[in-house]
C-alpha cells in the first residue's frame, strides 16, 4: 500500500535519474567501520560488485559500484577501521567507482532536515528513553489490538497525550528550527533533545514510529573531525546518501526489509529519487560468528589475537590463514544470494580451498613433531643407489609439471613426523612400529626400526636400518621425512573457533580451546627456501601457499605483529586446511 506509493519515482524523478545514469546501473558496498570486513562483508561485496549485475545481464562496461563508509556512530567507529576496510576491499580485487563517506554529507543531510522541519515533517523532541520506550510499546499494543479487530482504547488505552501522540509533535516550525539550530550549536545536553520525524503511529511497523533523525553526541568523528555535536541517525541518512549518489539498486541484507518503509518515506518527504531496494538473506557460516560486534569482543577478550588472528572470519583472518580471493568469491558464488535465511557448512569453505590450492601449491616434506631417525647402515645402502645417491628429484605438484621439480637429499639422519611412529605394535596402525617396518617415500625402500632411544619418557631418537633389498616385505604404507638440514619452523594448526556449528547466545562458553595447535619445532624439507630464492623471511610475505604432503596445505605467515610466540627470524606457517574432509577439526 502505502509503501509502494512512496516508493514510486515521479516522473520527473524518474526522467532526471535516467538522465544522469544514463546506461549506467549503480550498486554501493556501505559497510559501518566500527570493526574489520567479514565473510558476510565478502559475500554482500561479491553480489554488489559481481553478482547482481550477473543477474541483471548489465554488461561489463555499464557496472558501477561505490565503496560507501557508513559512519554515522562517531562512538564506534575509527580511522583503523577505515583503513583495514579499504585494504581488505582492495585485496578481494575490486574496483570501486569511488569510495565514499556518508558523513561527507552531514551539511547537506542537515539542511534536508530543516527542510522537514519546514515542512512540518520533522519536530524536535524532548523525551526521555524510558518515555519514548512506552510510546512505541503503547502504539505497537494498539496496532495489535486493531490487527485482530479490538478496541486499542480498551486493550491499551492512552494514559496521556503526552505519551501518545506526544507532546512535542504538534509544535510550530519556528520552535523546531530554532530547538535543531541550538542543538546543533551545542547549546543541550546529550540526550537530552533529539529530531524526529513525523510518521505514524497507526502504523503495522514500528519503524514507522516517529523515527529520531538527529542525537546530540560530543564525540568527534573519525572522518568528519569536531565539527558536529549532533549526528544523523542510520535510516536517516542511508536512503538519503543511496539517492544522491544516484544507487540503482540498494541491496542489503532480510533484517533490513522492515526499514524499506521508512527508507521511502523519507525519500518521498523530500521529493528525492528512490533506488530500487532488495533485500537477501545474511551470510552464516558454521561454527563461527559473523557479526563485527561479537567479532569486536573476541578480539578485546584476547581469546584471539587479533582481528587478523587466522582463526577469525575475517577478511584480513581468512588471508592469513591461505584463503585468497579466488577461494572467497568461490564460495560466495556457490552459496549465492537467496532470500533463505541458511547456515552455509564450513566444509564447503575446505572443499572450496582445496579445489583451488590443489593443483596450484608446491609441495614439500614436513615433520610438524620431529622424531630423529639415525639410519645406522646409510653408507652402505648409499652406495647401491645411482649415480645421483640418496638425491631425488620430486614434481613440486603431481599434476601440474609446469610447477617444475625440486630434489631432496636422504641424509644419514632424518626427522620422521612423531604421527607416523608408534612404540607399541597395533594392527590397526599402517606406519613405522619397532616390529613393522615402513615405506620411505622417494626413497622406496623400508625403514626397520631397530631400537628407541629414550630420554625419560621421552623418545630422544630411533636406531632404524634401511631395507632395498629385492625381497623385502611390501609395506602398507610411505611415510615422508625431513632431511638432517631441514628447516626448523613453526607451524600452527587450526582448528573451528568455537564447538558448536551454531554458538548460541552463551557462545563465549562455546569457545574451542583447541583451535590453535602450536608446533613450535617442526622441521621442513629445506627445498622450500629454493622455491622461494631467498632465504629471508620478508621474501615470504606474498602468501606463499605450500602443500606440506600428507599434512595439508600452509601458507606463510604474513603477520605476526599481534603474537607473542614468534621467534625471531623463524618462519610460521598456518594451516589453511588439511588434505582431507576428515582430519579436519
Ligand atoms: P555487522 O553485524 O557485522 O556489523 P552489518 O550488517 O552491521 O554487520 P555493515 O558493515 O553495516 O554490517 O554492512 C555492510 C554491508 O554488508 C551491508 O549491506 C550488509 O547488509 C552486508 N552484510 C553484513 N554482514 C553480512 C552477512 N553476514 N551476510 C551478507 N551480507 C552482510
Ligand atoms: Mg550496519
Ligand atoms: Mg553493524
Same mark, same amino acid.
Given at each position: 500500500?502505502?509503501?509502494?506509493?512512496?516508493?514510486?519515482?515521479?516522473?520527473? &524523478?524518474?526522467?532526471?535519474? +535516467?538522465?544522469?545514469?544514463?546506461?549506467?546501473? !549503480?550498486?554501493?558496498?556501505?559497510?559501518?567501520?566500527?570493526?574489520?570486513?567479514?565473510?558476510?562483508?565478502?559475500?554482500? *561485496? %561479491?553480489?554488489?560488485?559481481?553478482?547482481?549485475?550477473?543477474?541483471?545481464?548489465?554488461? *561489463?562496461?555499464?557496472?558501477?559500484?561505490?565503496?560507501?563508509?557508513?559512519?554515522?556512530?562517531?562512538?564506534?567507529?575509527?580511522?583503523?577501521?577505515?583503513?583495514?576496510?579499504?585494504? #581488505?576491499?582492495?585485496?578481494?580485487?575490486?574496483?570501486?567507482?569511488?569510495?565514499?563517506?556518508?558523513?561527507?554529507? /552531514?551539511?547537506?543531510?542537515?539542511?534536508?532536515?530543516? =527542510?522537514?522541519?519546514?515542512?512540518?515533517?520533522?519536530?524536535v523532541c524532548d523525551m526521555?528513553?524510558?518515555?519514548?520506550? +512506552?510510546?512505541?510499546?503503547?502504539?505497537?499494543?494498539? @496496532?495489535?489490538?486493531?490487527?485482530?479487530?479490538?478496541?486499542?482504547?480498551?486493550?491499551?488505552?492512552?494514559?496521556?497525550? #503526552?505519551?501518545?501522540?506526544?507532546?512535542n509533535?504538534?509544535?510550530?516550525?519556528?520552535? %523546531?528550527?530554532?530547538l535543531f539550530?541550538e542543538m546543533?550549536?551545542?547549546l543541550h545536553d546529550e540526550g537530552t533533545l533529539t529530531l524526529?520525524?513525523?510518521? #505514524? /503511529?497507526?502504523?503495522?511497523?514500528?519503524?514507522?514510529?516517529?523515527?529520531?533523525?538527529y542525537r546530540i553526541?560530543?564525540?568527534?568523528?573519525?572522518? +568528519?573531525?569536531?565539527?558536529?555535536?549532533i549526528?544523523?541517525?542510520?535510516?536517516?541518512?542511508?536512503?538519503?546518501?543511496?539517492?544522491?549518489?544516484?544507487?540503482?539498486?540498494?541491496?542489503?541484507?532480510?533484517?533490513?526489509?522492515?526499514?524499506?518503509?521508512?527508507?521511502?518515506?523519507?525519500?518521498?518527504? &523530500?521529493?528525492?529519487?528512490?533506488?530500487?531496494?532488495?533485500?537477501?538473506?545474511? &551470510? %552464516?557460516?558454521?561454527?563461527?560468528?559473523?557479526?563485527?560486534?561479537?567479532?569486536? =569482543?573476541?578480539?578485546?577478550?584476547?581469546?584471539?589475537?587479533?582481528?587478523?588472528?587466522?582463526?577469525?572470519?575475517?577478511?584480513?583472518?581468512?588471508?592469513?590463514?591461505?584463503?585468497? =580471493?579466488?577461494?572467497?568469491?568461490?564460495?560466495?558464488?556457490?552459496?549465492?544470494?537467496?532470500?533463505?535465511?541458511?547456515?552455509?557448512?564450513?566444509?564447503?569453505?575446505?572443499?572450496? +580451498?582445496?579445489?583451488?590450492?590443489?593443483?596450484?601449491? !608446491?609441495?614439500? *616434506?614436513?615433520?610438524?613433531?620431529?622424531?630423529?631417525?639415525?639410519?645406522?647402515?646409510?653408507?652402505?645402502?648409499?652406495?647401491?643407489?645411482?649415480?645421483?645417491?640418496?638425491?631425488?628429484?620430486?614434481?613440486?605438484?603431481?599434476?601440474?609439471?609446469?610447477?617444475?621439480?625440486? %630434489?631432496?637429499?636422504?641424509?644419514?639422519?632424518?626427522?620422521?613426523?612423531?604421527?607416523?611412529?608408534?612404540?607399541?605394535?597395533?594392527?590397526?596402525?599402517?606406519?613405522?612400529?619397532?616390529?613393522?617396518?615402513?615405506?620411505?617415500?622417494?626413497?622406496?625402500?623400508?625403514?626397520?626400526?631397530?631400537?628407541?632411544?629414550?630420554?625419560?619418557?621421552?623418545?630422544? *631418537?630411533?636406531? @632404524?636400518?634401511?631395507?632395498?633389498?629385492?625381497? !623385502?616385505?611390501?609395506?602398507?604404507?610411505?611415510?615422508?621425512?625431513?632431511?638432517?638440514?631441514?628447516?626448523?619452523?613453526?607451524?600452527?594448526?587450526?582448528?573451528?573457533?568455537?564447538?558448536?556449528?551454531?554458538?548460541?547466545?552463551?557462545?563465549?562458553?562455546?569457545?574451542?580451546?583447541?583451535?590453535?595447535?602450536?608446533?613450535?619445532?617442526?622441521?621442513?624439507?629445506?627445498?622450500?627456501?629454493? &622455491?622461494?630464492?631467498? =632465504?629471508?623471511?620478508?621474501?615470504?610475505?606474498?602468501?606463499?601457499?605450500?602443500?606440506?604432503?600428507?599434512?595439508?596445505?600452509?601458507?606463510?605467515?604474513?603477520?605476526?605483529?599481534?603474537?607473542?610466540?614468534?621467534?625471531?627470524?623463524?618462519?610460521?606457517?598456518?594451516?589453511?586446511?588439511?588434505?582431507?574432509? #576428515?582430519?579436519?577439526?
Open positions: 500500500g502505502r509503501e509502494l506509493e512512496w516508493a514510486v519515482n515521479t516522473p520527473e &524523478l524518474a526522467a532526471e535519474h +535516467a538522465s544522469i545514469n544514463s546506461n549506467i546501473i !549503480r550498486t554501493r558496498f556501505p559497510p559501518e567501520p566500527n570493526g574489520y570486513l567479514h565473510f558476510g562483508h565478502a559475500q554482500s *561485496m %561479491n553480489m554488489n560488485f559481481a553478482l547482481s549485475f550477473e543477474k541483471l545481464g548489465v554488461p *561489463m562496461e555499464n557496472r558501477r559500484t561505490i565503496f560507501r563508509f557508513d559512519d554515522t556512530n562517531p562512538d564506534a567507529e575509527s580511522p583503523e577501521y577505515i583503513d583495514s576496510m579499504k585494504r #581488505d576491499l582492495e585485496w578481494m580485487g575490486w574496483q570501486p567507482e569511488k569510495t565514499t563517506y556518508s558523513s561527507d554529507n /552531514f551539511q547537506t543531510l542537515y539542511e534536508l532536515a530543516v =527542510k522537514l522541519i519546514k515542512k512540518g515533517l520533522a519536530y526521555t528513553k524510558p518515555e519514548m520506550e +512506552a510510546q512505541r510499546e503503547l502504539a505497537k499494543q494498539r @496496532c495489535a489490538a486493531r490487527a485482530v479487530g479490538t478496541d486499542p482504547d480498551v486493550v491499551a488505552p492512552i494514559p496521556s497525550a #503526552d505519551i501518545l501522540p506526544g507532546r509533535r504538534d509544535t510550530s516550525v519556528e520552535r %523546531n528550527l530554532k539550530e546543533k550549536l551545542g524526529r520525524l513525523k510518521m #505514524d /503511529f497507526d502504523s503495522p511497523n514500528p519503524n514507522m514510529y516517529d523515527l529520531v533523525a553526541r560530543y564525540t568527534p568523528h573519525p572522518h +568528519a573531525g569536531n565539527g558536529w555535536c549526528y544523523p541517525n542510520y535510516d536517516f541518512t542511508h536512503g538519503i546518501c543511496d539517492s544522491l549518489e544516484h544507487i540503482d539498486y540498494s541491496i542489503c541484507t532480510l533484517e533490513f526489509e522492515t526499514r524499506r518503509e521508512p527508507y521511502f518515506w523519507i525519500l518521498w518527504a &523530500l521529493d528525492m529519487y528512490r533506488p530500487k531496494v532488495y533485500e537477501m538473506s545474511r &551470510l %552464516n557460516v558454521e561454527y563461527t560468528v559473523l557479526s563485527k560486534r561479537r567479532l569486536l =569482543k573476541l578480539v578485546n577478550a584476547n581469546y584471539v589475537r587479533g582481528w587478523n588472528d587466522p582463526r577469525m572470519p575475517t577478511i584480513s583472518g581468512l588471508r592469513r590463514r591461505g584463503y585468497n =580471493k579466488q577461494i572467497i568469491n568461490n564460495f560466495c558464488n556457490e552459496v549465492g544470494a537467496t532470500r533463505s535465511a541458511k547456515v552455509v557448512q564450513m566444509a564447503k569453505l575446505f572443499h572450496v +580451498a582445496r579445489l583451488t590450492l590443489a593443483d596450484t601449491t !608446491r609441495r614439500a *616434506m614436513a615433520a610438524l613433531e620431529p622424531i630423529k631417525v639415525v639410519i645406522t647402515n646409510f653408507d652402505e645402502e648409499a652406495g647401491k643407489v645411482g649415480e645421483n645417491g640418496m638425491t631425488f628429484e620430486v614434481q613440486n605438484s603431481p599434476t601440474d609439471a609446469t610447477l617444475g621439480s625440486h %630434489n631432496v637429499t636422504l641424509t644419514g639422519t632424518i626427522y620422521i613426523d612423531s604421527e607416523d611412529f608408534k612404540t607399541e605394535d597395533d594392527p590397526n596402525f599402517y606406519r613405522l612400529t619397532p616390529n613393522k617396518p615402513v615405506g620411505v617415500k622417494y626413497h622406496g625402500g623400508n625403514l626397520i626400526c631397530d631400537e628407541i632411544v629414550k630420554d625419560g619418557d621421552k623418545i630422544k *631418537m630411533l636406531k @632404524c636400518r634401511l631395507d632395498s633389498s629385492e625381497g !623385502r616385505p611390501k609395506p602398507k604404507s610411505y611415510i615422508t621425512w625431513v632431511p638432517s638440514d631441514g628447516i626448523k619452523c613453526e607451524v600452527r594448526v587450526y582448528g573451528h573457533l568455537f564447538t558448536q556449528p551454531e554458538p548460541s547466545d552463551r557462545w563465549e562458553e562455546e569457545l574451542n580451546s583447541e583451535s590453535e595447535v602450536i608446533h613450535s619445532n617442526a622441521i621442513i624439507d629445506p627445498s622450500v627456501l629454493e &622455491l622461494v630464492d631467498k =632465504k629471508d623471511v620478508n621474501e615470504w610475505k606474498s602468501n606463499q601457499a605450500l602443500q606440506f604432503e600428507r599434512l595439508g596445505y600452509f601458507v606463510v605467515d604474513t603477520d605476526t605483529t599481534f603474537d607473542s610466540t614468534t621467534r625471531e627470524g623463524m618462519l610460521v606457517f598456518n594451516r589453511t586446511v588439511s588434505l582431507k574432509e #576428515d582430519k579436519t577439526v
